[in-house]
């Protein structure tokens, strides 16, 4: 009777560390899992918010990226060849960084253009939609139709090589793409050919 005693005594007190074991070593990382799904759950539903339809039909240009180094307006010039009087907004993004067609329509223009580098236009009704300083292996071409919130391309790097008539240049004197101090989305809107200011229509 002893000895059976003595076994369920140790028994328990197995079952006791090993507990404890899991308790200390192996919670926290159950829970961080749990958290780490929690975030990329809250991910998606920020991304699904930034490409909702805004009252005037328009949806953000680059999901994700929010913060603008230039807006629309008079400023003072950023580097040589930029507007003193900025057309668009500036939205600092990682070379790479894919953008969207805010709103369904064709685009009619894809090459570079001056200070906005390689340049994509989308057009519908009487507007039109400029992206510049973008990766110069467009994914559209003109003529295409697309659709609002398919992917048109990507944020280009600073530096481009091998552009016939470029006068852009860094302080290194390496060529840029088009008037610019580091990869960004310059995103325009004209109506009528008139510049508008983005923000108002979002």
Same mark, same amino acid.
């Given at each position: 009777?002893? @000895? ?25 990382? @159950? ?7 929690? &975030?990329?759950?809250?991910?998606? &539903?920020?991304?699904? &918010? ?20 230039? $807006? ?28 969207? =067609? =805010?709103?369904?329509?064709? @685009? ?6 001056? =200070? ?48 016939? !008539?470029? @006068? ?6 390496? $060529?840029?793409?088009? =008037? ?7 995103? !325009? ?14």
């Amino acid at each position: 009777m002893i @000895i059976i005693y003595k076994y369920l005594l140790r028994f328990f007190i197995v079952q006791i560390i090993l507990v404890l074991f899991i308790s200390i070593f192996f919670t926290p990382i @159950i829970l961080g899992e749990s958290n780490q799904l929690i &975030e990329s759950k809250t991910e998606i &539903e920020n991304l699904e &918010e930034l490409i909702t339809l805004n009252p005037n039909g328009l949806i953000w240009p680059i999901p994700g990226y929010t913060r603008i180094s230039s $807006p629309f307006g008079k400023r003072v010039s950023p580097t040589t060849g930029a507007s003193s009087y900025h057309s668009g907004i500036d939205i600092p993004a990682p070379p790479g960084t894919k953008f969207i =067609a =805010a709103h369904d329509g064709t @685009i009619t223009f894809r090459q570079f253009l001056g =200070a906005g580098g390689y340049t994509i236009t989308l057009s519908f009704d009487d507007y039109k939609i400029s992206y510049c300083h973008c990766d110069p292996n467009f994914i559209v071409e003109v003529g295409q139709e697309v659709k609002q919130g398919q992917v048109i391309g990507q944020v280009g790097p600073k530096n481009v090589y091998g552009v016939p !008539g470029n @006068i852009y240049f860094d302080d290194n004197g390496n $060529p840029t793409n088009g =008037a610019t101090t580091g990869p960004h989305l310059h995103f !325009g809107i004209r109506k009528d050919g008139e510049y508008q200011n983005p923000l108002d229509f979002y």
